[in-house]
């Protein structure tokens, strides 16, 4: 019974360390998702301003 124990809490521990690297990595991943999806962003606006500033060039002209 007890050697049962012992493998079950060793297995937990394993188990755990497993979840926790899982976790760590999810939340890498989320970070660069986050990132590349604002820096995405960033380049569309860029674009966008200079589409407008160039339509109001145009209609000043």
Same mark, same amino acid.
Request: proline share 0%; hydrophobic share 55%.
């Given at each position: #019974?007890? $050697? @049962?124990?012992?493998?079950?809490? !060793? &297995? $937990?521990? %394993? %188990?755990?360390?497993?979840? &926790?690297?899982?976790?760590?990595?999810? @939340?890498?991943? !989320?970070?660069?998702?986050?990132?590349?999806? &604002?820096?995405?962003?960033?380049?569309?606006? !860029?674009?966008? $301003?200079?589409?407008?500033?160039?339509? #109001?060039?145009?209609?000043? %002209?």
């Amino acid at each position: #019974m007890k $050697l @049962n124990l012992i493998k079950k809490s !060793r &297995f $937990l521990k %394993e %188990e755990t360390a497993y979840l &926790f690297v899982l976790l760590i990595i999810r @939340n890498i991943v !989320r970070k660069y998702v986050f990132v590349s999806a &604002f820096a995405k962003a960033v380049q569309d606006s !860029r674009i966008i $301003l200079y589409f407008i500033t160039y339509t #109001m060039f145009k209609v000043l %002209e």
